[in-house]
């Protein structure tokens, strides 16, 4: 982190054109941002896309932002691009539906400046709340659709779709994937090259999207599709390859043509780069020089439903999954059903050994915990919750989420929850859980909805002072700008306020003191109507956090009872189990543990709920160095 | 399969570890040899104690950044139990050099689960050639626990396609800004992973 940020707040001097570098999909569109003389680019982060403007930020001569989320992301980029300045913004497939708004009116009015959106969908979900497929967005919004296959190809695809935008004077669309952006390959990389802003021309009837201007100009999104059409047949992006083996031909886009390559080096291969509007010439010369078609598409079956529908016959989701990626482990069996050949069952050694599952986990001495442990030991309650690292509180030990669908969703959910109750609920406490970043994100009008609804839920805004599970960006309430440079830093507390929650309901909380967490949560679900308690303490990730001085577990003092072990923090360790028989004859499972002094970082948690006090500090001679250097007093 | 020329090692760990980092140096040092590298990242939730994996291939031409299951020329494990986990994707001949590290996670502490007692044991018993050996103790001995992943590197040095020395190039390029003394110590951490593993799997 710290590293990260010094770098941020430095721009770098870029490397020089013709240098091979080993890039990440992320940092590729970044270096071709740059070289494609952008003037704007704003993002919120998200996974896998955060990298893009993170990288594009050390480029010198541009404006970067984080944005507060992606539709503001999507109009910063749009009003740049008004003035003639060539514009980007960049987000992971679910900002883009918050940004839809944007989306399908500005795709109306078309670009001035080039502007592009890179939208990266996460192919697999390794960090998502679903795998949605963006090339959508390209046929409801009749906006040209881009995809790379590896780093080299989204630099170049980058830097071409910026022409493309001014020329046809659309936005573009450049699809990416979890296995682009985060795959490092070698990228020759270029010049630089100017683009002075032409300059904001007043034209009401293409700017104002009132009905009348609108309509006058919808006709034009279909033409558009047209000529598109035509620009794809011609376009160096869409390759038919003939191959030699001619039982299956393949159309690909994407990572799916890498694994269609490795898997079938020898199949013909329409690689479709601008694959939307696809380019229907160069599909009827593939369809006719093989003898059966076969449609490979992460995720959904959109190209296959197409061209079928231009009266081309094709194979896709009937023998493909519509779930995960297509990697040659996957095609290689699929294509031996489309030809009717036994499938051979995987070889033993090939199949996985069975390992306990490792997901992932809050920090130690993340103040998340002491929230989670909180609500764990708290009974009649729902708590629904949102995206974030904090979304982990739905796991163990803890259990103490009940929902989570999208950022900003846990307030207006927690709200229905309390409205539609029935008798069966209606002794429960209703409960929401936000980070600070989700808060500013979409967040806010949710608790607005609730104070003017007269709604009763008790928010807990967890407050680690940054976006923290894609990596510890800055926020407005930071105090931070993109470049780790100083910028007004935004008073939650004031905003809980003037979005109607009463003064004397605004609780501000330390998280590492659970006996505060308890009375202060215990409170406010008591009393009617809405109530926030802000639980601040810098994520452990940060600069911001300093860590304590570590605990050790006294090993003669510890009973077994496993308190500790619930708190669910990662440096706790059970040493060994044991179960004994109560007076009451009931049967009580121990836990003896210590702790990887090492990992600790002193919050504290663990110590408030040991019962026979083992739970001491580290002597100081034995405090590992690092802490020693960084550490508080204590 | 175009794969005969490719070299596919994969990297396994957890968060945290420095798994990225150490396949960084070796996809430096394949690109230094003149090959064609592609790498993957994995971020996002990984970096909250969860699995990491980072696939390196280098070859002629490198097409699929994924490594299939059975191919695996050499697995450089980070800890016990996740070299146990990817440990079918070695091919046949390949080798996996594990450092000894137990990181259990909260799910086997609250006794949901178990952790395997002995992991490498486990491959061995698959039929996978493991060398393993205490990347972190070693460290220490050195003086220094951050030297673990340059004793990792160190450790597959020989089992590269190509020669040691490129491999320790590219760490010493990498910290030559902290220093001679830094420099010195990660030679000396990656001599020491190498001997870690020659003296296992020589002869007796």
């Not at chain 1, 009451?584 to 543990?593: C, P, Q, T, W």
């Not at chain 2, 760990?13 to 790498?39: N, R, Y």
């Amino acid at each position: 982190m710290a590293a990260v940020m010094s770098q941020l707040s430095n721009p770098l001097a870029p490397p020089p054109a013709a240098s091979r570098l080993l890039l990440s999909g992320n940092e590729a569109v970044a270096r071709a941002v740059w070289e494609s003389g952008v003037r704007v680019a704003a993002a919120y982060p998200g996974t896998p896309a955060t990298e893009i403007i993170e990288s594009v930020a050390r480029y010198p001569d541009l404006y970067a932002e984080w944005s507060v989320n992606e539709k503001v992301s999507m109009e910063v980029a749009l009003g740049a691009s008004m003035t003639g300045a060539r514009a980007f913004c960049a987000m992971k497939h679910v900002g883009l539906n918050v940004a839809s708004d944007c989306l399908m009116t500005m795709t109306i009015t078309g670009a001035y400046g080039g502007l592009v959106i890179a939208v990266a969908d996460d192919v697999g979900m390794s960090s998502s709340q679903n795998e949605q497929d963006s090339r959508y967005w390209g046929r409801f919004a009749h906006i040209p659709v881009l995809e790379p296959a590896d780093s080299q190809e989204a630099y170049e695809m980058t830097k071409f779709a910026f022409g493309l935008s001014e020329q046809y004077e659309t936005p573009v669309l450049l699809r990416l994937t979890t296995r682009i952006c985060h795959v490092k390959g070698l990228v020759v990389v270029g010049e630089r090259e100017a683009h002075e802003p032409a300059g904001f021309v007043k034209n009401p009837q293409r700017w104002v999207m009132v009905p009348a201007h609108a309509k006058a100009r919808i006709p034009g999104l279909y033409q558009r599709d047209e000529t598109l059409r035509g620009v794809s047949d011609a376009s160096p992006l869409n390759v038919l390859e003939a191959g030699t083996d001619r039982s299956v031909g393949f159309v690909a886009s994407g990572p799916a043509y890498m694994h269609v390559k490795e898997a079938f080096p020898n199949a013909p291969v329409l690689k479709l780069g601008f694959s939307h509007p696809w380019p229907p010439e160069k599909m009827r010369a593939l369809a006719a020089m093989c003898d059966k078609l076969l449609v490979v598409e992460e995720t959904e079956k959109l190209l296959e439903t197409e061209i079928k529908a231009a009266g081309i016959a094709c194979h896709g989701k009937d023998v493909l999954p519509s779930l995960g990626e297509l990697s040659p482990q996957v095609l290689l069996p699929a294509v031996d059903r489309l030809l009717g050949k036994a499938v051979p069952p995987p070889a033993p050694a090939a199949a996985p050994m069975k390992v306990f599952p490792r997901p992932p986990t809050l920090c130690a001495s993340c103040p998340h915990m002491g929230m989670y442990y909180t609500l764990s030991q708290i009974k009649n309650i729902i708590v629904a919750g949102d995206i974030g690292c904090y979304t982990l509180g739905a796991g163990h030990p803890w259990n103490a989420l009940d929902t989570t669908i999208c950022m900003g969703a846990t307030m207006g959910v927690a709200l229905g929850i309390d409205k539609g109750r029935g008798a069966v609920d209606k002794n429960k406490r209703i409960l929401a859980v936000i980070g600070d970043s989700t808060f500013m994100h979409m967040g806010m009008q949710g608790l607005l909805d609730i104070t003017y609804n007269h709604g009763n839920v008790t928010v807990l805004l967890l407050d680690n002072n940054t976006t923290g599970m894609t990596g510890g960006q800055a926020t407005p309430a930071s105090g931070k700008d993109i470049h780790g440079k100083e910028a007004p830093k935004v008073d939650l507390v004031k905003i809980v306020e003037a979005l109607g929650v009463p003064n004397e309901r605004i609780q501000v909380v330390d998280p590492y003191e659970l006996p505060v967490l308890f009375k202060a949560v215990r409170e406010e679900i008591k009393i009617e109507g809405p109530s926030v308690i802000i639980a601040r303490r810098p994520c452990v990730l940060t600069d911001e956090f300093k860590p304590f001085r570590p605990y050790l577990v006294e090993e003669d003092k510890c009973t077994g009872c496993g308190n500790c072990v619930e708190v669910g923090c990662p440096a706790i360790h059970v040493t060994h189990r044991d179960k004994v028989i109560k007076p009451s004859g009931k049967e009580v499972d121990l836990a003896f543990v210590t702790i990887d002094s090492q990992a600790c970082t002193g919050c504290g948690l663990c110590v408030q709920p040991c019962a026979p006090d083992a739970i001491q500090h580290v002597p100081r001679r034995d405090i590992p160095i690092h802490i020693v250097k960084t550490s508080h007093a204590s | 399969m175009s794969q005969n020329d490719i070299t596919n090692i994969l990297v396994c760990g957890i968060g945290g570890q420095g798994v990225m980092t150490a396949t960084e140096i070796l996809a430096e040092a394949a690109i230094a040899e003149g090959h064609d590298v592609k790498k993957t990242e994995v971020a996002g939730m990984a970096q909250r104690g969860g699995v990491v994996t980072s696939h390196l291939r280098f070859g002629r031409k490198v097409l699929s950044p994924q490594i299939e299951p059975g191919t695996v020329q050499v697995l450089l494990g980070f800890e016990g139990a996740e070299a146990l986990r990817w440990s079918h994707y070695l091919r046949p001949d390949g080798l996996a050099l594990v450092n000894n590290a137990k990181l259990v996670p909260p799910v086997v502490e609250l006794g949901l689960f178990d952790y395997p007692v002995d992991p490498t044991g486990q491959m061995r018993a698959a039929g996978h050639r493991v060398v393993s050996f205490d990347a972190m103790s070693i460290a220490r001995d050195l003086g220094e626990v951050r030297l673990g992943n340059t004793v990792m590197l160190g450790a597959i040095a020989d089992y590269l396609p190509f020669a040691p020395d490129v491999l320790l190039a590219c760490i010493v390029k990498r910290f030559a800004r902290k220093g001679e003394q830094v420099v010195d110590a990660n030679r000396r951490a990656f001599a020491a992973g190498r001997e870690a593993v020659a003296k296992q799997l020589a002869p007796a």
